[in-house]
């Protein structure tokens, strides 16, 4: 089919475009870019992305992104492993309506709590911590978690839960020693994506945070209003945060078409 | 699977339970707390009812967001769907370009999403963007900060190009899972490529395409990021949708009352659709 | 309706970078009769479904050529072949009615309405799919999805073969018979060229008038459903034809007559038989019998099957299975079988040689 290889083509360079964009503005002077439109860097430099490394308002940004996705990706999964079981392989007082009542969460629109977020969580004393923001992605994270991984285990015969208890496991053993690596995959899609919507979030992520936390989207969008377009910079930024999701897509690349498959869909 | 009663399951759901509901049901109380009064400061409040409900579901303001919200999520979905589709199902199902084809598709939809209106904004600059200045030099005129038109198309497309790659992806693993008896059989049956699609592929793609329209419709109406940092809601607020709108009236304003008034509805309106479609769907499946 | 013929056809699967190509079909030279029915027996692996695609289309052999009654088809796309295929499980187009199913490839030819309106409900009138036209296809069970894919197979008037790849496998026990007896009815009635592969020996008897047996990539023996019981060629067909299959039993030549575990055997081969190369002898357990003097066995079994018994005996280390009827009386001491010597078989490296009266 040597005709269809131009959709697919034509599709990635149209996604590849901006990108490149970004790319070439991080290695030129903001002066080169105010200057006006050049495809390819006039003067090539590094300077903007020495300054991210080097200053620390910058750099603690990305740490900051990073050790609340991480915080949430590791709560969401935790607590959705145990929920997904139990509606997978039980049927309880409430349960649909339990299952759909969260799922219903991943419906709220993030405008709606920015105001009673700030609110609630400055009362309990998070406000501009991690642990704020990794909990707040939880709203919509969680559900998301319990809805893949119980599509994961309903594919997995009970069977293999009798045996276990059959030769002795107690549950807790066998959830751990036998259940988690039979559905590794869907943990893995799973991960990927709490990790994805927890990482470009934004909203609630700046309503939550003012310095010690700040994530570096909030950076970036200070340095534009503040003082004035450091384009380059901004660039430079923009692009290093590209890489964190490169690297998580590259790792689950084997999984993402098989996971969507086995899992909900 | 044949599930057995157990009341002793709730334990495992405890602890999603709480978390999900310490942060919905407190803040979503608190909503429903400034919907129904009206404060002038200093934690005093007035018992006002459904007035705020009212003032908002009368306003132009709402209306005239909630037609622009209606209109975008609208071309969204007409652009997005059958683009998905027509990648997904032109893509290859097998061999050493698959992986590279899905890495480079799954990449814009893991930039933070001001990033991706960064980049946009930059990118759709008419003097220096990329494509602003390929635009205007090939004769259009063409400048989103001015031109409502200019600008929804720009966000439009930023759209598209955002998020086009999660209906692929869905699409495609649905693809996959036909088995090439189908095919097969189809050959054999001296079909065309068009009667294929009808008959095997869309047919078999109902489920996945089930969900990436309620998901696509979902986050597209509750959208605020990328549309802000674009256009910051302009020219003036013809690019002002929902969540942009409310935003700016209760951050920016501090009218709490309307605020979580329009809060509320925008919620029920989007749960409402959502519940049609999962019905829908769920009754799909029991076939 | 054409005669099929194979030409030196081998086929290898595009091997990984740097490997040998592994053939799946070793050389086939075999003529398929126009009108026949034919059965492709043989274990999972052997390379039938491959064979299969080839005729089809699905598939083009490595090497090799395809002719439709004379005429070289190798090049030939599948929908051009006029061939068709009924697969494992059933394929039907969910969202049309079992008439637009039947329909379908009727109309993708561009014939006139009428005319498929006719031929529908003739085929469906034979499949006793009449009643359920209108239905949604999706709604039917195994039996009538497959009836639904084998209908639109016979609705092509052009068409040269109907090819079947284990087509009862999802069928359930008790339709199976009666999708089989079908089946054998529309061959009767239409007489177009049918090819059934399976490894179902039961279903494969029944259904062809000639069998060909497959193993390892290579056609072992074609013969009516009688000869191969009869006159296995190889000691796969021997095994794997017959429940319980033939016995194989290590043996060497003395004199030109054969010898099992010192015991010279009485045989329909001439005196000096005169072999090398791995010798064993071939019996069937219906033509093992007890004698009062003969092979002394010891016995380990015995299975009781209603009309006849199977006995396991043991000599030395070699098992031997007998199938008597259900009166014949089981010596209790020391017992003793012989071999028939009318269908006793040698095989030299799997292969029979043949008695000058075989």
């Avoid at chain 1, 470009?200 to 969008?221: D, Q, R």
């Avoid at chain 3, 067909?237 to 194989?248: D, Q």
């Avoid at chain 3, 064993?280 to 066995?297: H, N, S, T, W, Y």
Wanted: hydrophobic letters at 45%; charged letters at 15%; glycine letters at 6%.
């Amino acid at each position: 089919m040597n005709k269809k290889w131009i959709v697919p083509t034509l599709y990635i360079l149209f996604l590849m475009l901006p990108i490149y964009g970004l790319l070439s503005m991080s290695f030129k002077t903001t002066n080169e870019i105010l200057g006006g439109f050049s495809f390819f860097p006039q003067q090539f430099t590094l300077a903007n992305y020495i300054k991210i490394f080097t200053d620390p308002t910058w750099y603690n940004g990305y740490i900051n992104s990073l050790i609340y996705v991480v915080m949430n990706t590791f709560i969401s999964v935790g607590v959705a492993l145990p929920a997904a079981y139990a509606f997978s392989r039980y049927r309880f007082l409430g349960d649909k309506h339990l299952f759909f009542w969260l799922l219903t969460n991943r419906m709220a629109p993030p405008a709606v709590f920015a105001l009673p977020f700030f609110q609630l969580y400055s009362a309990i004393e998070l406000f501009d911590t991690h642990l704020a923001v990794a909990l707040a992605h939880c709203l919509f994270n969680i559900p998301l978690a319990v809805w893949i991984l119980e599509g994961f285990m309903s594919g997995i015969p009970k069977e293999l839960d009798e045996t276990a208890y059959l030769d002795g496991y107690s549950f807790s053993r066998f959830f751990v020693r036998i259940f988690i690596p039979t559905i590794a995959a869907g943990i893995g899609v799973t991960m990927f994506f709490c990790f994805m919507y927890s990482w470009v979030e934004l909203l609630l992520a700046k309503t939550l945070t003012s310095v010690n936390a700040k994530p570096i989207a909030a950076t970036m969008t200070r340095t534009a209003s503040t003082s004035g377009y450091e384009l380059g910079l901004l660039a430079a930024a923009g692009s290093l945060t590209i890489i964190p999701g490169a690297f998580v897509i590259y790792f689950v690349r084997n999984y993402i078409a098989k996971g969507f498959a086995l899992g909900r869909v | 699977m044949r599930k057995t009663t157990n009341q002793k399951a709730w334990w495992l759901v405890v602890p999603v339970l709480l978390l999900v509901a310490f942060n919905a049901f407190i803040p979503l109380m608190t909503v429903v707390n400034y919907s129904l009064q009206e404060t002038f400061g200093d934690n005093v409040f007035f018992w006002e009812g459904v007035t705020w409900f009212e003032t908002v579901l009368r306003s132009d303001r709402f209306h005239a967001s909630l037609l622009r919200q209606l209109l975008f999520t609208g071309m969204i979905l007409a652009i997005e769907i059958p683009l998905g589709i027509a990648v997904a199902l032109s893509m290859p199902r097998k061999g050493p370009w698959v992986s590279v084809c899905l890495v480079l598709m799954a990449l814009p939809l893991l930039i933070p999403w001001n990033v991706v209106g960064a980049m946009w904004n930059i990118f759709a600059l008419p003097d220096i963007g990329l494509l602003g200045y390929s635009l205007n030099s090939m004769g259009f005129d063409y400048n989103f900060t001015q031109q409502p038109v200019s600008a929804w198309m720009t966000t439009v497309l930023m759209d598209v190009w955002h998020w086009t790659s999660l209906v692929v992806l869905l699409c495609y693993a649905g693809v996959c899972s036909i088995p090439d008896a189908y095919y097969q059989a189809a050959r054999i049956d001296g079909a065309s490529g068009w009667a294929v699609f009808r008959y095997i592929q869309l047919p078999k793609m109902k489920r996945v395409l089930t969900i990436a329209i309620l998901l696509r419709f979902m986050d597209s109406f509750m959208i605020y990021t990328e549309p802000f940092v674009l256009t910051g809601g302009g020219p003036g607020n013809t690019t002002t949708f929902l969540s942009i709108d409310l935003v700016k009236i209760a951050l920016g304003q501090f009218d709490l009352g309307p605020a979580a008034a329009m809060s509320l509805i925008y919620f029920l309106v989007v749960l409402l659709i959502c519940w049609v479609f999962y019905t829908v769907m769920m009754r799909n499946e029991e076939q | 309706m054409s005669r099929i013929e194979f030409k030196n056809v081998r086929h290898a699967y595009p091997p990984a970078k740097g490997q040998e190509p592994v053939y799946a079909l070793e050389e086939i030279n075999q003529v398929w009769e126009d009108g026949g029915a034919y059965a492709l027996l043989g274990p999972s692996g052997c390379g039938k479904t491959t064979l299969l695609n080839i005729i089809s289309g699905l598939l083009t052999p490595s090497e090799g050529s395809i002719l439709f009654d004379d005429r070289d088809v190798t090049q030939l796309p599948t929908a051009a072949r006029h061939i068709a295929q009924v697969f494992q499980f059933p394929v039907v187009y969910d969202t049309m009615t079992v008439f637009d199913n039947l329909a379908f490839p009727l109309r993708n030819r561009a014939m006139p309405e009428a005319r498929v309106e006719e031929r529908v409900t003739e085929i469906a009138e034979m499949l006793d799919l009449s009643d359920r036209l209108q239905q949604r296809a999706a709604g039917l069970t195994s039996d009538g999805k497959q009836k639904i894919s084998l209908g639109r197979g016979l609705v092509r008037e052009d068409v040269n073969a109907i090819l079947f790849d284990e087509p009862l496998t999802v069928i359930d026990p008790h339709l199976k018979w009666q999708l089989r007896s079908k089946l054998k009815e529309l061959h009767q009635q239409i007489g177009v060229t049918m090819i059934y592969v399976t490894h179902d020996q039961v279903e494969a008897l029944t259904f062809a008038d000639k069998v060909v047996v497959m193993h390892d990539g290579g056609v072992v023996q074609v013969g009516s459903p009688v000869d191969l019981f009869n006159k296995p060629k190889h000691t796969f067909v021997g095994y794997f034809i017959g429940s319980p299959g033939m016995n194989v039993l290590p043996c060497k030549l003395d004199n030109g007559q054969p010898v099992f575990a010192n015991n010279l055997l009485s045989s329909g081969y001439p005196a000096d038989t005169d072999l090398s190369g791995k010798l064993e002898i071939g019996i069937r357990p219906e033509f093992v019998r007890f004698a009062k003097d003969g092979i002394p066995v010891e016995i380990e079994k015995v299975e009781d099957l209603g009309r006849y018994q199977v006995i396991t005996v043991k000599h030395e280390t070699s098992q031997i299975k007998m199938v008597v009827s259900e009166d014949q009386a089981i010596p209790s001491e020391s017992p003793q079988i012989q071999f028939d010597p009318d269908n006793l078989r040698i095989y030299c490296d799997d292969w029979a040689v043949e008695s000058n009266d075989a």
